[in-house]
């Protein structure tokens, strides 16, 4: 008989055969076998530092026996394990974040007195973290959605967080509107569903209810909301803030992040098939981008104006469905952020940092946009919920890189220890306790009030229709047609008639053309009336600074162009238009029917970035197809192959094709056109890959 040594350790080193027994041998250690070898490992412990000799089985009364409720160890792993998640933010669950710096390349010591906007460079720690809205934490990257832009800057002065989004407008006016706007957005509650879309019923009805959101509305059927990549998104503070100088003076400021690779968003076909190919496309284009040294950037500029100037603005500055069209307040750039780290633990820094729009330093400070001020409350009240104490702030992430010190105290977590006797402030009993400091001090500039008191609306805050109308005569003519086929195609996923009728009704405001487009993709039968405007809508001149196309930037710089080969390719040819793009700024992947690689022409084994099945070409910016005539009738064969070729059309993609590429473009019945340029004419390829097709695009879709 065996020597009941079942349950005991087996040696690391495999040497020691006397535990190797029954399931020990089978289970307990077989993935041993692939631990690395070599190296300093300290041991494994509990929490409470004891060194553990067997973390592959539990204690058992015996070796086929019940475990026992003696087990401390395992008893502490599983609970500790079961605790590990915590509530996901109710909106913006799904992100990515990164580390880096902001620094000032024009000082504001006019405006203000906070250092972060007054020492040209200098350098301040930053902490991003861009989300979408609507969905879960698991969800994908890339739904229609306004994305989050959270900036964390750990100044000299405390922490300041710029709490912003992707678009710079909002829906509501009100923050009391916002757990209804969410509720409205979010899955249905009876169904619990859909995720992360705004594309039925309840979002939709209540936008139709809600005229204020109707400029939000423009925004976000506009591509804004289909981002190429976070490193190619705008970010906005929204709302107008206060810049405080040392005289007490106060101007206002809205916040402006611009991104260096210019503005890029994907189109609707390309976006739905995205989701699919990669759910993660967002969160591993910025995490390979920045473990690759190309760090995303962006500059930060300011618009600044003065009470008088804005009153003599055409709407209220202080409504957060209102933007300040950079025709009529320029832009002054003032500094670039640069993310060059991605966090060492996605839970600890991406989940765990907690933003409040409260959080800001002496210098700046807060307007009276009511949206703004019931955000004021509502993030410090989340952080408490999500995080579980008030010490939140003493997490690493969350801790100012400045001396912070008052008689706050104790509370779930604490984990500073406060020496001495003294916890109030004023006290003639410490030499050394933090008291309030009037010179350098955080101060709210002075700002009269009067006026009655009640739940009023301002008049100057019932213009709903205007800059919705600015924003969508603004646009070129494709992202017109864009917007109207986003809101047809939405609309049709609303199951109540009278809701689509509404919202027709509200775009008869905004523009009759418009309402005609998205009448007719709906096929309704007459034509609902217009909504009811409870302020004249004006027309504002039109700011081009509103589009995505006018603003995309024509370069290759941070896109990736993938080149499909197959058995028989032209190695020279996929070399030579390899370096042509490398030396162009953009990534290249090899795809091929099997990761392993291809067989070339000459051959010599060519290795794949990217299994064609797994690898389409909606993860790419532009593709090449190189292949010989007998690779071509292999591939025509496959479906992922045709797809291939057939989606990078759609798409408006830029395509090269050596002799065999054409051929699959004829299988795939793709026609060709400016776009679709020989792999030996590189220049004409670069220069048609650093732009869309737009041409195209009547030839593929009916646009509503
Ligand atoms: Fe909000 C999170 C941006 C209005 C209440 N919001 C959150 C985040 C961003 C924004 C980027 C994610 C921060 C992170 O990455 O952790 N929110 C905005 C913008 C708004 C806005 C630009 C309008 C201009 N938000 C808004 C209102 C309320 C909230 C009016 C409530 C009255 N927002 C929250 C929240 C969240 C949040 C529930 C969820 C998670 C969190 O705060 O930390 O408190």
């Not at 190919?277 to 920045?290: N, S, T």
């Not at 793009?581 to 029917?593: E, H, I, S, T, W």
């Amino acid at each position: 008989m065996k020597k009941a040594t079942a349950g005991r350790k087996v040696e690391r080193d495999g040497a020691n055969a006397e535990g190797r027994v029954g399931g020990d041998a089978l289970a307990g250690n077989a993935g041993e076998l692939h631990q690395t070898t070599g190296g300093e490992h300290p041991p494994l412990t509990t929490n409470q530092g004891l060194p553990l000799s067997d973390n592959q089985n539990s204690l058992r009364g015996s070796p086929r026996g019940p475990t026992l409720l003696e087990d401390f160890i395992l008893r502490e792993k599983i609970t500790h394990f079961d605790h590990e998640r915590i509530p996901e933010r109710i909106v913006h669950a799904r992100a990515s974040a990164a580390h880096g710096f902001f620094e000032l390349t024009r000082s504001l010591a006019k405006y203000t007195t906070a250092t972060v906007l007054t020492e040209v460079g200098a350098k301040t720690p930053v902490f991003t973290r861009i989300s979408t809205v609507a969905g879960g934490a698991g969800s994908v990257d890339t739904p229609r959605d306004v994305r989050g832009f959270a900036v964390k800057f750990y100044t000299k002065e405390g922490n300041w967080d710029l709490v912003g989004n992707n678009v710079p407008v909002f829906f509501i006016q009100d923050a009391i509107k916002f757990p209804d706007l969410i509720h409205a957005v979010k899955m249905e509650p009876d169904r619990g569903f859909p995720q992360s879309a705004t594309a039925h019923d309840t979002f939709w009805d209540f936008i139709s209810l809600t005229p204020e959101a109707m400029h939000m509305v423009m925004w976000i059927m506009s591509d804004r909301t289909l981002p190429r990549s976070l490193r190619m998104i705008e970010g906005f503070g929204v709302h107008s803030f206060r810049l405080v100088n040392a005289a007490g003076d106060a101007t206002f400021v809205k916040f402006h992040w611009r991104p260096k690779l210019g503005l890029q968003s994907t189109i609707w076909d390309e976006t739905v098939k995205l989701a699919g190919a990669d759910p993660d496309y967002h969160r591993r284009d910025l995490f390979e981008a920045i473990t690759a040294g190309n760090f995303p950037e962006w500059e930060l500029s300011v618009q600044l104006f003065t009470k008088e100037e804005a009153e003599a603005f055409p709407f209220d500055h202080l409504d957060a469905t209102k933007l300040v069209p950079e025709e009529l307040v320029p832009l002054q750039v003032i500094g670039r952020m640069v993310l060059d780290r991605w966090p060492d633990n996605f839970f600890a820094e991406t989940e765990q940092v907690a933003y409040c729009p409260s959080h800001l330093v002496p210098g700046i400070d807060f307007s009276n946009d009511p949206l703004l001020q019931g955000r004021l409350f509502s993030y410090l009240d989340t952080q408490l919920s999500r995080l579980g104490t008030a010490n939140f702030h003493q997490i690493p992430i969350n801790r100012p890189k400045c001396p912070f010190a008052n008689h706050q105290r104790d509370g779930h977590m604490q984990i500073a220890v406060p020496r001495g006797r003294v916890a109030y402030e004023p006290n003639s009993l410490s030499t050394d306790s933090p008291r309030e400091a009037p010179s350098q001090g955080f101060r709210t500039a002075p700002l009269k009030e009067s006026g009655e008191k009640g739940r009023i609306r301002a008049e100057s805050f019932a213009d709903h229709y205007s800059q919705a109308r600015l924003f969508y005569m603004s646009q070129t003519s494709h992202e017109q047609a864009h917007i109207a086929s986003a809101l047809v195609f939405e609309l049709s996923k609303v199951e109540h008639l009278h809701v689509r009728e509404a919202m027709v009704g509200h775009l008869r405001r905004v523009d009759e053309a418009l309402a005609k487009r998205v009448a007719g993709g709906l096929a309704l039968e007459k034509m609902p009336a217009p909504a009811h405007a409870a302020a004249p809508v004006q027309n504002m001149a039109p700011s081009p600074a509103l589009q995505i196309i006018g603003k995309m930037k024509v370069t290759l710089e941070g896109r990736c162009v993938g080149i499909l080969i197959a058995d028989g390719s032209d190695g020279e040819a996929v070399n030579a238009l390899k370096k042509a793009v490398l030396a162009a700024g953009a990534d290249v992947k090899v795809v091929a029917p099997k990761v392993g690689g291809a067989k070339l022409a000459d051959g010599a084994t060519m290795s794949a970035d990217g299994q064609l099945a797994g690898t389409p070409s909606v993860v790419f910016d532009a593709v090449a197809v190189i292949v010989s005539e007998a690779g071509a009738h292999a591939l025509a064969k496959e479906s992922a192959a045709i797809d291939f070729v057939r989606d990078a059309f759609g798409h408006l993609k830029a395509i090269a094709v050596d002799a065999g590429g054409r051929l699959l473009l004829e299988h795939a019945r793709v026609e060709g056109d400016a776009g679709v340029v020989d792999v030996g004419d590189r220049k004409g390829f670069l220069s048609a890959a650093k732009t869309r097709q737009w041409a195209r695009e009547a030839q593929v879709r009916t646009l509503a």
